[in-house]
């Protein structure tokens, strides 16, 4: 049996070759990056800042920062992942460093920011990692955690999301999302389906970050639930939100 972090490698390598087929992962419909261009604007220090995308996937957020000229790190322990964030960084013409490896081990910077998109969830230790990142931060450098309410424990989400299974069939609409985990390896992550964001708020500041701020990202939301066929788009929208911090 292979362990955790060799499982959850493997999943992400068989991912990576149709992760992009989603529009709100890859970040290819134009209102969907003018939307999380803004988000980066309003996280993340001034452009020209060194950011390290903790988990870059396929990269959808480490060229959008690279574009608005931040000095971006892009790591993941997927190889898989990365290359294809490499082949889109290459065919636009976007400089971005690739590291291939763990986030509980990142390169020591110093970095102005480390962010993630979509990460922390699946970390089977998040707290130690979020302790190692502000050690390799500038004084006063910053952390982005792009996230989202993902677990519907409201009677109501679950009712909507049952409503949008039987639409996505009834209209023959593919759900692009990734199978989810094996229940063994769910039950080993703290944070997966967070039906709050307030466990990660506690996490963060008991890392020792301070000064949190959190932002509901309505622009994404609105960006992502237009791109679905309505009402699907409405039926499985969830709450996104920037948690930000100070070293
Ligand atoms: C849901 S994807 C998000 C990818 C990207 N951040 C995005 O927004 O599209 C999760 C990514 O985290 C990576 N990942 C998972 N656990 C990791 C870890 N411990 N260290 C580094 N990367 C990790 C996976 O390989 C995958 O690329």
């Not at 998109?117 to 707290?127: E, F, G, S, Y």
């Not at 039906?195 to 890392?207: G, K, N």
């Not at 020792?208 to 929208?237: C, H, K, N, T």
Request: no cysteine.
């Amino acid at each position: 049996m292979p362990d955790l972090h060799d499982q959850i490698r493997d999943f992400w390598d068989r991912d990576s070759h149709t992760y992009d087929d989603s529009a709100s992962h890859a970040v290819s419909d134009p209102l969907e990056a003018a939307a999380w261009r803004a988000a980066l604007r309003r996280a993340l220090p001034d452009p020209g800042a060194k950011v390290l995308d903790i988990g870059a996937g396929t990269g959808a957020l480490s060229l959008l920062a690279a574009e608005l000229g931040y000095e971006v790190t892009a790591l993941d322990l997927s190889e898989g992942m990365l290359s294809k964030a490499r082949a889109k960084a290459d065919a636009n013409g976007v400089e971005l460093t690739f590291v291939v490896g763990s986030a509980a081990g990142p390169p020591s910077g110093p970095f102005d920011a480390i962010m993630e998109r979509h990460v922390i969830w699946t970390m089977p230790d998040p707290a130690t990692a979020l302790s190692a990142w502000r050690d390799i931060v500038v004084p006063g450098g910053r952390l982005v955690l792009f996230e989202g309410v993902w677990g519907a424990e409201a009677p109501t989400q679950k009712v909507k999301d049952a409503a949008a299974g039987v639409l996505r069939r009834v209209l023959g609409v593919e759900d692009h999302h990734h199978a989810p985990y094996p229940a063994d390896v769910l039950a080993q992550l703290p944070l997966a389906r967070m039906t709050s964001p307030i466990p990660l708020i506690d996490m963060v500041h008991d890392a020792g970050w301070r000064g949190l701020r959190i932002q509901r990202l309505r622009d994404v939301e609105w960006a992502s639930m237009r791109y679905e066929r309505w009402p699907l788009g409405w039926l499985e929208q969830r709450p996104r939100y920037a948690l930000i911090a100070d070293a």
